[in-house]
T-cell receptor, first 114, second 110 residues
Framework: EAQVTQNPRYLITVTGKKLTVTCSQN?????MSWYRQDPGLGLRQIYY???????DKGDVPEGYKVSRKEKRNFPLILESPSPNQTSLYFC?????????????FGNGTRLTVT | SQELEQSPQSLIVQEGKNLTINCTSS?????LYWYKQKYGEGLIFLMM?????EEKSHEKITAKLDEKKQQSSLHITASQPSHAGIYLC??????????FGKGTRLHILP
């Protein structure tokens, strides 16, 4: 089954403790992206990647890192999480030609930073 | 920067009634996507519109993109409880970034 898989689904952590949210897709998509969703603010793009070893900042990249060493994986790294990073996070992927292909989303990771 | 404005923010309709959700952009859209999200869950792709004047339908949901490619509407005919959720429009901004509106919460009253 074609899908985007995120792990974990739920995560509770403390301020400053490094964490990684994994994302994997099995559709051979070039484009991958991370979003966060917050009440009243909607979905905001954190980072995206057009292909392996190519990553770019989205609209809210501060406090996050990503890597794209393999085509299928796009982990989101929070080196020193803070409470304002408590949010619902989504990973998504698409074929490179965005105008012809929609984003496919994972089921989300709900992160709480205390 | 380009933003997507959705209206209304929230909508409550009686089961069986028709409804329309709008998505407006300040700039021409390269591609317009509609998604549905159940509360706290992932986004389900509904439809993609690319050409001015394009219209697509799936079951009881119809989406249209205006000729100028700056406004889209999502119309649900004879709404059902299964239509309840959050509807989001997304657009290809043309710079490898895809942005989203803030969503419209739809409640269906039995």
């Amino acid at each position: 089954e074609a899908q985007v898989t995120q792990n974990p689904r739920y995560l509770i952590t403390v301020t400053g403790k490094k964490l990684t949210v994994t994302c994997s897709q099995n559709m051979n998509h070039e484009y991958m992206s991370w979003y966060r969703q917050d009440p009243g603010l909607g979905l905001r793009q954190i980072y995206y990647s057009m292909n392996v070893e190519v990553t770019d900042k989205g609209d809210v990249p501060e406090g996050y890192k990503v890597s794209r060493k393999e085509k299928r994986n796009f982990p989101l790294i929070l080196e020193s999480p803070s409470p304002n990073q408590t949010s619902l996070y989504f990973c998504a992927s698409s074929l490179r030609d965005l105008g012809d292909s929609p984003l496919h989303f994972g089921n989300g990771t709900r992160l709480t930073v205390t | 920067s380009q933003e997507l404005e959705q209206s209304p923010q929230s909508l409550i309709v009686q089961e069986g009634k028709n409804l329309t959700i709008n998505c407006t952009s300040s700039k021409t859209l390269y591609g317009l996507y509609w998604y549905k999200q159940k509360y706290g869950e992932g986004l389900i792709f509904l439809m993609m519109l690319q050409k001015g004047g394009e219209e697509k339908s799936h079951e009881k949901i119809t989406a249209k993109l205006d000729e100028k490619k700056q406004q889209s509407s999502l119309h649900i005919t004879a709404s059902q409880p299964s239509h309840a959720g959050i509807y989001l429009c997304g657009a290809d901004r043309g710079d490898d970034k895809i942005i989203f509106g803030k969503g419209t919460r739809l409640h269906i009253l039995p």
